[in-house]
Structure formats: structure tokens, C-alpha cells
């Protein structure tokens, strides 16, 4: 059965860091694309990070030079480590991951507060 699984969200203070990490089940995993996209309540969701099977990165404006995705095929894993975060990062955090089949995993939620 294919699944994402992600972990790592939580509370920070604005500043802090959050390291995100998604594990991959019943897929090959080195064969998918694989991105990071975050739901904040009220909008639409959105990508911030994602990984070609090669390794090629892609980020939007919004969180470049503070986010960074990161693979591990012999682990089935994609991390978002995730820097200098701001109130406005808050949201439920999703793995997808894209091959012939798209899927997703379960949200994973980060709230950036003081």
C-alpha cells in the first residue's frame, strides 16, 4: 500500500527552525518527483519546495533562501528544513510525491507564534 507519512511539525517562535521529513512506503521512491506544499486555514495550497528524481531544486520567491528540500533515496525520505520561519509560514504542511501516480500524505502542522 502506498503511503507518505510526515513528522516534525510543531510550534516555533518566529526566527526558529523546523526540519520536516516524509517517509515514502510501496512506491519507488527514487523514481518520483517529490515537493513540500503548505494549506494556511482559508487558502489555497500552495508549493514551496519540490525535488526532481535527479536532485534538481525549486522554490518559490516566498521561501527561497530559507527553505531547503533534500532527498534520501536509501531512506524513501524528503526533508524541509525550514529557516528564519515568520508568522505568515504557518499552515498544515503536505509531502507529494509524483511519478505515474500522485500522492499525498497526511499534513503535518506548523505554527510560527511567539
Known amino acids: 500500500q502506498e503511503r507518505l507519512v510526515e513528522s516534525g511539525g510543531g510550534l516555533v517562535q518566529p526566527g526558529g527552525s523546523l526540519r520536516l521529513s516524509c517517509v515514502a512506503s510501496?512506491?519507488?521512491?527514487?523514481?518520483?518527483?517529490m515537493g513540500w506544499y503548505r494549506q494556511a486555514p482559508g487558502k489555497q495550497r500552495e508549493l514551496v519546495a519540490a525535488?526532481?528524481?535527479?536532485?534538481?531544486?525549486d522554490y518559490p520567491d516566498s521561501v527561497k533562501g530559507r527553505f531547503t528540500i533534500s532527498r534520501d533515496n536509501a531512506k524513501n525520505t524528503v526533508y524541509l528544513q525550514m529557516n528564519s520561519l515568520k508568522p505568515e509560514d504557518t499552515a498544515v504542511y503536505y509531502c507529494?510525491?509524483?511519478?505515474?501516480?500522485?500522492?499525498w500524505g497526511q499534513g503535518t502542522q506548523v505554527t510560527v507564534s511567539s
Open positions: 525535488i526532481t528524481r535527479s536532485g534538481s531544486t
Open positions: 507529494n510525491g509524483r511519478f505515474t501516480n500522485t500522492y
Open positions: 510501496g512506491i519507488s521512491f527514487r523514481l518520483y518527483s
